[in-house]
């Protein structure tokens, strides 16, 4: 999933960020989500397909991940944007401080946003689960002992560095290719966690993969959700 954190394209002249006051709060399958006041009048259609793909992709979030760990997710806020010009997709935004030095509205920190509704809907061909693999980010950061700073994360990752099993994986596009895991921790977490309930667009693709090829990332991330053994 190469939706990423955060991306910075840094412009000439900033222009000030746009007020909370500017977005409309909605209620979305129990999420909030704020949507930029002037998406839907000037592009309606993409932003009612943008807000349906969005409500699709939680209500298989409700569906796969367990109601402890849906409710946590509940606390994180997406924020929808037509074209916000710092990130061409999707990100989770860990510091109030960063969105203010590159000229964003701070109340985005701890929240998921949606920066490009078009390329939202294009990329979520390939990464179905793009949206959990963002409020992953979130529940690593906040929820997750320790957030991003997680020892047992770190260490999974060190170890699946060093058995080389993510150098040249199948990706969806059908060349292997490097993992997109290997990045960083927060990246291998939000990695396995789409593999554990949907689907990723690196192998292992899917649960029983997962547990086949990194047991000790299968089983960190069952602890880490919340995931009961009858449901394995």
């Known amino acids: 999933m190469i939706a990423g954190l955060i991306l910075l394209i840094s412009s000439a002249v900033a ?6 006051a500017n977005y409309e709060t909605r209620a979305i399958e129990g999420w909030t989500v704020r949507v ?5 009048r000037e592009a309606p259609e993409l932003a009612e397909k943008t807000l349906s793909l969005l409500t699709d992709q939680l209500r298989g979030i409700i569906r796969m991940v367990p109601p402890q760990a849906v409710e946590k997710l509940r606390e994180i806020v997406v924020w929808v ?19 203010r030095d590159h000229d964003m509205n701070p109340d985005k920190a701890r ?22 693999h963002e409020l992953a980010h979130g529940y690593h950061h906040q929820f997750v002992e320790g957030g991003f700073e997680n020892p047992e994360v770190a260490a999974a990752l060190s170890r699946a560095r060093e ?14 290719e490097r993992h997109y895991a290997l990045t960083n921790p927060m990246e291998y977490f939000a990695e396995a ?5 949907g689907a990723n667009d690196f192998y292992p693709f899917v649960r ?21 053994p009858r449901d394995e």
């Open 193 to 197: 966690t789409e593999a554990l309930f």
């Open 36 to 40: 930029h006041r002037d998406f839907p």
């Open 15 to 20: 222009a000030p960020p746009e007020p909370t």
């Open 208 to 228: 029983a993969e997962l547990r086949r090829h990194d047991p000790e990332a299968h089983s960190l991330l069952m602890r880490l959700w919340l995931v009961e």
């Open 163 to 176: 058995s080389k099993t993510y150098d040249k994986v199948l990706h969806i596009n059908g060349r292997e």
């Open 81 to 99: 944007e037509r074209e916000e010009p710092h990130h061409p997709c999707m990100a989770y935004h860990p510091d109030a401080g960063w969105l």
């Open 111 to 132: 929240c998921v946003e949606i920066a490009n509704a078009a390329n939202f809907l294009t990329w979520c061909r390939d990464q179905p689960w793009m949206v959990l």
